[in-house]
């Protein structure tokens, strides 16, 4: 997950005083901020509030900021980190009762309109394959084949060495190859499941 060089040239310049930056990273990346704030809870408004609360914080403090080639991994890390501090004051905002929240997918497969009966067995394969993953394997697939993210990444991001983070990604394709094998699944693949997360 690299950014644009236009992205860290207005990083530098939203560092050095630029409103008209702020408002780029704003806008670019609200929408993203947002879907992946629901994938830790439920509750829109509070990921409303912690995004504007990152935007708040990094705009405060834009004078002690470093400069970064990450501009989006470092907004993904501080509204989790953001959200999760939340979440360790108010046990409510967790899905479950965990010692951390839970990432998941729900929400945006239920939302979607399947059109025919061969699209709804198709929705109900990728459920089962789904199910059948952890809430941290269905975050790593999320980060490694929605965002498209590099392990390195990834391995900030959810705080884990990079030999587990590769161990991760492989049992959860091994649990979805095996979730294949079950049955006749040829129109699934990690692209069409990782499109419901």
């Known amino acids: ?3 644009s060089v236009e992205d860290k040239l207005l990083w530098e310049r939203f560092l050095s005083g630029d409103d008209k930056a702020y408002t780029f990273f704003y806008k670019k990346y609200v929408k993203e901020l947002f879907s992946y704030g629901m994938k830790f809870t439920l ?4 990921v409303k509030d912690c995004i504007q609360d990152v935007f708040v914080k990094i705009y405060c403090n834009r004078s002690t900021l470093n400069k970064t080639d990450h501009v989006k991994l470092y907004l993904f890390i501080s509204l989790k980190n953001t959200l999760f501090n939340i979440f360790q004051k108010d046990k409510s905002s967790y899905r479950i009762d965990t010692i951390e ?4 997918t729900e929400y945006s497969i239920e939302d979607r309109m399947i059109a025919d009966e061969q699209e709804e067995e198709r929705k ?3 459920n089962r394959i789904l199910d059948s993953l952890t809430p941290r394997q269905k975050e790593v697939i999320y980060y490694r084949y929605v965002e498209g993210m590099e392990l390195t ?4 991001l959810m705080d884990m060495n990079y030999q587990s983070v590769q ?3 492989q049992r959860a394709i091994k649990k979805i190859k095996v ?3 079950e049955k006749d699944n040829p129109v699934l693949s990690i692209k069409s499941i990782s499109h419901c997360l």
């Open 1 to 3: 997950m690299y950014d």
């Open 43 to 46: 509750d829109r408004e509070l």
């Open 101 to 104: 929240p839970v990432f998941s």
């Open 124 to 126: 109900e394969k990728m």
């Open 153 to 156: 990444d990834i391995c900030e």
């Open 167 to 169: 161990n991760l990604i």
């Open 179 to 181: 979730a294949f094998s």
